[in-house]
């Protein structure tokens, strides 16, 4: 058996393609907390920004876990913290950390 001269690591290079499709610079916030909480007066524990349209919602720490389900009804599949000093983004769709 021989190796293969041109080994396809390609697989582990491919890039999230959805972070390519977000607007630049990044949308503002629409709000300072997760609206959806503020007005069934729950509690956020951690707050996710939506990279597509600025939408902000809870983290999957919450009860309610609004930011999962903006991207279920928007298909906005990329978000990041929007904790002070946390810049991590979240691809929905492929399920990973983009840098
Ligand atoms: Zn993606
Ligand atoms: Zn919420
Ligand atoms: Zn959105």
């Keep these: 058996m021989s190796i293969p001269s041109s080994p396809s690591n ?31 007066g ?15 919602g809870c983290c999957d720490s919450s009860p309610h876990r609004h930011a999962t389900t903006h991207y279920e009804q928007t ?7 929007f904790e002070p000093g946390e810049s991590w983004r979240w691809c929905y769709v492929d399920q990973r950390l983009l840098p």
């Design 42 to 56: 729950s509690h956020p524990v951690q707050l996710r920004l939506c990279l597509t349209c600025g939408h902000v």
């Design 10 to 40: 390609l697989a582990i290079m491919i890039e999230c393609p959805h972070r390519a499709e977000l607007p630049r610079p990044e949308p503002a916030p629409l709000s300072e907390t997760c609206p959806e909480c503020a007005a069934a």
């Design 75 to 81: 298909g906005h599949a990329v978000m990041r913290s």
